[in-house]
Protein backbone atom coordinates (compact mmCIF):
# COMPACT_ATOMS: atom_id res chain seq x y z
CA UNK A 1 0.00 0.00 0.00
CA UNK A 2 0.70 3.71 -0.45
CA UNK A 3 0.30 6.35 2.08
CA UNK A 4 0.64 10.36 1.05
CA UNK A 5 1.76 12.30 4.47
CA UNK A 6 0.63 16.31 3.81
CA UNK A 7 2.60 19.22 5.74
CA UNK A 8 2.97 22.70 5.96
CA UNK A 9 -0.64 24.25 6.30
CA UNK A 10 -1.40 26.54 8.53
CA UNK A 11 -2.44 30.32 8.88
CA UNK A 12 -1.03 33.11 6.81
CA UNK A 13 -2.03 36.65 6.21
CA UNK A 14 -3.00 37.56 2.49
CA UNK A 15 -0.57 38.25 0.72
CA UNK A 16 1.88 36.39 2.07
CA UNK A 17 3.44 32.88 1.30
CA UNK A 18 3.15 28.74 2.44
CA UNK A 19 4.48 25.93 1.02
CA UNK A 20 3.13 22.29 1.26
CA UNK A 21 4.57 18.97 1.03
CA UNK A 22 3.98 15.57 0.56
CA UNK A 23 5.70 12.61 0.85
CA UNK A 24 4.66 9.23 -0.51
CA UNK A 25 5.34 5.76 1.50
CA UNK A 26 5.10 2.30 1.22
CA UNK A 27 6.21 -0.58 -1.58
CA UNK A 28 6.34 2.08 -4.42
CA UNK A 29 7.57 0.75 -7.46
CA UNK A 30 6.60 4.11 -9.87
CA UNK A 31 4.73 7.47 -9.34
CA UNK A 32 3.13 9.22 -12.59
CA UNK A 33 1.18 12.05 -11.58
CA UNK A 34 0.89 13.63 -8.06
CA UNK A 35 -1.18 16.61 -7.68
CA UNK A 36 -2.55 18.97 -4.63
CA UNK A 37 -6.42 19.74 -4.83
CA UNK A 38 -8.54 21.75 -2.14
CA UNK A 39 -11.98 21.93 -0.60
CA UNK A 40 -13.23 24.90 0.70
CA UNK A 41 -16.55 24.70 3.41
CA UNK A 42 -19.45 24.16 1.20
CA UNK A 43 -17.91 23.90 -1.88
CA UNK A 44 -16.80 20.62 -3.87
CA UNK A 45 -13.11 19.71 -4.02
CA UNK A 46 -11.16 21.08 -6.97
CA UNK A 47 -7.94 20.60 -8.62
CA UNK A 48 -5.31 23.20 -7.79
CA UNK A 49 -1.98 21.77 -9.70
CA UNK A 50 -0.73 18.72 -10.86
CA UNK A 51 2.68 17.53 -11.94
CA UNK A 52 3.98 14.10 -13.90
CA UNK A 53 6.81 12.30 -13.08
CA UNK A 54 9.03 14.30 -16.21
CA UNK A 55 7.46 17.46 -14.74
CA UNK A 56 5.17 18.64 -16.59
CA UNK A 57 2.52 20.70 -14.74
CA UNK A 58 -0.85 21.80 -15.15
CA UNK A 59 -2.51 24.53 -13.21
CA UNK A 60 -5.91 25.97 -12.24
CA UNK A 61 -6.88 29.23 -13.97
CA UNK A 62 -7.55 31.08 -9.73
CA UNK A 63 -3.75 30.47 -8.96
CA UNK A 64 -1.65 30.66 -11.71
CA UNK A 65 1.10 33.30 -11.31
CA UNK A 66 1.00 32.80 -7.44
CA UNK A 67 1.49 28.94 -7.05
CA UNK A 68 4.12 26.59 -8.17
CA UNK A 69 4.47 23.15 -8.12
CA UNK A 70 7.10 20.99 -8.11
CA UNK A 71 8.50 17.50 -7.01
CA UNK A 72 11.37 15.32 -5.99
CA UNK A 73 11.29 12.17 -7.31
CA UNK A 74 14.08 10.51 -5.62
CA UNK A 75 12.06 11.46 -1.65
CA UNK A 76 8.12 10.57 -3.85
CA UNK A 77 7.42 13.80 -2.27
CA UNK A 78 5.53 16.99 -4.18
CA UNK A 79 5.73 20.56 -2.80
CA UNK A 80 3.03 23.30 -3.56
CA UNK A 81 4.66 26.96 -3.10
CA UNK A 82 1.71 29.18 -2.27
CA UNK A 83 2.40 32.98 -2.87
CA UNK A 84 0.29 35.97 -2.77
CA UNK A 85 -2.05 34.05 -0.78
CA UNK A 86 -5.83 35.50 -0.98
CA UNK A 87 -8.83 34.99 1.60
CA UNK A 88 -10.31 32.85 -0.90
CA UNK A 89 -7.14 29.83 -1.32
CA UNK A 90 -8.51 29.09 2.31
CA UNK A 91 -9.44 25.78 2.33
CA UNK A 92 -8.33 21.81 3.33
CA UNK A 93 -5.47 20.70 0.58
CA UNK A 94 -5.50 17.74 -0.56
CA UNK A 95 -2.69 15.65 -2.11
CA UNK A 96 -2.79 12.77 -4.47
CA UNK A 97 -0.77 10.73 -6.27
CA UNK A 98 -0.91 7.56 -8.49
CA UNK A 99 1.17 4.94 -9.91
CA UNK A 100 2.17 1.47 -9.62
CA UNK A 101 3.10 -0.56 -5.80
CA UNK A 102 3.89 -3.79 -5.16
CA UNK A 103 7.17 -6.44 -4.42
CA UNK A 104 9.96 -7.53 -6.23
CA UNK A 105 8.22 -9.39 -8.55
CA UNK A 106 5.91 -8.16 -11.36
CA UNK A 107 3.29 -10.32 -10.45
CA UNK A 108 2.38 -8.35 -7.46
CA UNK A 109 2.59 -4.76 -9.00
CA UNK A 110 -0.74 -3.28 -8.58
CA UNK A 111 -1.96 0.15 -9.42
CA UNK A 112 -2.85 2.79 -6.96
CA UNK A 113 -4.35 6.15 -6.95
CA UNK A 114 -4.15 7.52 -3.16
CA UNK A 115 -4.77 10.65 -1.22
CA UNK A 116 -3.63 11.99 2.07
CA UNK A 117 -5.36 13.15 4.98
CA UNK A 118 -5.51 16.88 4.35
CA UNK A 119 -3.67 19.81 5.59
CA UNK A 120 -5.69 23.57 5.94
CA UNK A 121 -4.64 26.43 4.80
CA UNK A 122 -6.45 29.79 6.06
CA UNK A 123 -5.80 33.14 5.07
CA UNK A 124 -6.63 36.31 6.45
CA UNK A 125 -7.56 39.35 4.58
Known amino acids: QVQLVESGGGLAQAGGSLRLACAASGSIVSINAMGWYRQAPGKQRELVAT???????NYADSIKGRFAISRDNAKNTVYLQMNSLKPEDTAVYYC???????????????????WGQGTQVTVSS
Open 96 to 114: NADGVFGGVLTVTWRRFDT
Open 51 to 57: ITSGGST
